[in-house]
């Protein structure tokens, strides 16, 4: 039985891992360079940091619930160690052990993957591969500002059709906790609601508590695409860390729209992430191809601190495989065809082929041979996301440049292909 088992586990992958092949490789590749080129453009410096760590520090602001998703093994001295769960408590315990206050402010990016345990639904996924930024020492909406732009260059030059980002601040919902007279334990549990989207619930749980208020605490969780419609509710409330997070938010929300941002922008207060250590600005980036969130980020204040300096920070992470899913196929053709040609000819003609492919290559093409058999070459042009086919003919120096982007046919001499 145990044999049978054994033999049935080499056959395949544990669940939440995945093969990539070369052609979506290269794509990602692609996103991963317009990503890179974003963070570069605007001074951030790559960091990169281990794999795994000690579970002690892993742990640290990843909320209740998160011990049980971190991948963790006793290391060979018989320490507690765990696979990172995401980049920005890394990139937190690098700020607050070896930062000093005279390199502040610091912006950092990271290209990484993350690793999270997860249940046997399908689909679920154990390595989340992440693009993203940081921005240490910074307690200013410009700090916030800055960073939400760089997000929103990214999805614009990537393409990205109809992505909208959700804007909410954790600091408001604290302040209708405080509203609402609750306690440390009742606010979690309006918190935890929240993440999951049980209105129900926190419709029950606040009626008890004040029935006049419900409503209105309701009405501020449904999302708007402008911030104006809130201003009156809000005003209504006579608790200063309502007011204050409020205006704060106003102010990153207008400056965006000043930039031309605010189609892309959502207001939602009713946004809640499961890791503990966002303080107050916090945003999440959606796709309508998508059900899945293909980035989030906000302000980590206190975080930092945790691990010695104590500094406040912003950022954001994006997820490579769902922004990848997020571009469409004409997109995606556009990134790439223009990159990659086939280039067709006879076996006897193999040393013909290679220096030509040279000159090629030499124009910034990529160049893959096929021989021979040309019947089905259009289609493998199309599955290997070729803009190009050209067929040499050496004996009358000349060249077949098939377009698969213009749909066009034209001959050339050799020598113009150089």
């Known amino acids: ?42 001074s951030y410096g790559e960091v990169k940091t281990p794999v795994f760590e000690y579970t002690k520090n ?24 765990s696979m990172r769960a995401d980049m920005t408590i890394p990139i937190a315990r690098l700020s607050g052990m070896r930062l000093k206050t005279s390199q502040l402010p610091a912006r ?32 200013s909406q410009v700090a916030d500002i800055e960073v939400l732009s760089i997000l929103i260059n990214i999805l614009r030059k990537l393409v990205i059709k109809d992505f909208k980002i959700g804007l909410g601040n954790i600091k408001l919902v604290e302040g209708l906790a405080e509203w609402f007279n ?30 006049k208020k419900v409503d209105i605490f309701l009405k501020l969780m449904e999302p708007a695409e402008d911030i104006k419609p809130f201003e009156k509710i809000i005003s209504d409330i006579k608790i200063k860390k309502v007011l204050d997070s409020f205006n704060y938010l106003k102010k990153i929300y207008q400056t965006l729209d000043e930039l031309g941002f605010s189609e892309h922008l959502i207001i939602d207060f009713s946004i809640i992430r499961q890791f503990s250590y966002y303080s107050g600005l ?88 096929f021989f021979d058999d040309d019947s089905n070459l259009k289609n493998l042009a199309s599955a290997k996301k070729a803009g190009y086919i050209y067929r040499p003919d050496f004996k009358k120096s000349t060249v077949e440049i098939i377009d698969l982007i213009k749909k066009t046919t034209r001959t050339v001499k050799i020598d113009e292909c150089s």
């Not at 054994?6 to 490789?25: H, M, Q």
């Not at 640290?60 to 320490?79: A, E, H, M, P, R």
């Open 1 to 42: 039985m145990f044999k049978d088992r054994d033999e049935n586990l080499i056959l395949r992958l544990p669940f939440g891992l995945r093969d990539i092949f070369p052609v979506e490789a290269q794509e990602r590749r692609y996103i991963e360079e317009i990503i890179r080129r974003e963070f570069t453009l605007w």
């Open 58 to 81: 892993i742990s640290t602001g990843v909320g209740k619930n998160w011990k049980d998703k971190l991948i963790s093994f006793f290391d060979n001295d018989g320490n507690l160690v």
């Open 108 to 139: 950092f990016y990271y290209f990484a993957n993350s690793f999270r345990q997860s249940g046997f639904q399908k689909g679920e996924k154990r390595i989340l591969n992440q693009a993203g930024l940081e921005f240490i020492g910074a307690y």
């Open 182 to 211: 609750l306690d440390l334990y009742e606010m979690e549990f309006v918190k935890d609601n929240l993440i999951f989207n049980d209105f129900v619930s926190i419709k029950d749980f606040l009626s008890q508590k004040d029935g």
């Open 282 to 369: 916090i945003f999440e980036v959606y796709c309508p191809k998508i059900t899945e969130l293909i980035g989030s980020g906000g302000r980590y204040d206190g975080l930092i601190k945790e691990f010695g300096l104590d500094v406040p920070a912003t950022g954001f992470a994006l997820d490579i495989d769902l922004l990848h899913k997020s571009l469409d196929k004409p997109a995606l053709k556009t990134f790439k065809n223009m990159e990659r040609a086939i280039l067709f000819g006879l076996s006897k003609e193999c040393s013909n082929l290679i220096k030509f492919a040279e000159g090629l290559k030499n124009k910034g093409l990529i160049v893959e041979l």
